[in-house]
């Protein structure tokens, strides 16, 4: 006996994949994600200023955490930096591989935060960050 909607769980597979590639694809849908998560570091930083207040040049006294989490973390499009990948990794846990695209860096780079195995590769290509997808294994035949 089958459950209803167990049939074809290949086609249901690609329909769910075709249904999220739609859902992000539209500006309105990301721009809140990129919003929230932005939101996320800047949280991050101000709350942890003992831990990334030192990782920022010149901030003082009239240009303090605050201000540069306005300026820098919370604008929409604009491009993010070690120190905002480390605390959006932290606030998540979600332990991230760092691979450079015209070499350089070491396994230091890596934001590794907390138990578990990395299971998110980024490319870093000087100026921001894509999320680079494992390659699916060949289907047997």
């Avoid at 249901?12 to 570091?41: C, E, G, P, Q």
């Amino acid at each position: 006996m089958e459950w209803k909607g167990q049939g074809n769980t290949a086609s249901h597979n690609s329909y769910r994949k075709a249904k999220l590639l739609k859902f992000f694809s539209t500006y309105d849908t990301t721009n809140d994600i990129f919003v929230f998560l932005r939101l996320v570091v800047a949280v991050q930083i101000c709350s942890h200023s003992g831990q990334y207040g030192d990782l920022i040049p010149g901030l003082g006294e009239d240009y303090n955490l605050k201000d540069w989490c306005f300026q820098n973390v919370t604008l929409p499009r604009e491009f993010t930096d070690h120190v905002m990948m480390t605390a959006l990794a932290t606030a998540l846990e979600v332990p991230l591989r760092l691979e450079r695209l015209y070499g350089g860096g070491s396994a230091e780079d890596n934001i590794y935060t907390g138990p578990g195995v990395v299971s998110v590769t980024l490319l870093y290509t000087g100026n921001h960050y894509d999320i680079i997808y494992p390659r699916a294994p060949p289907a047997e035949s």
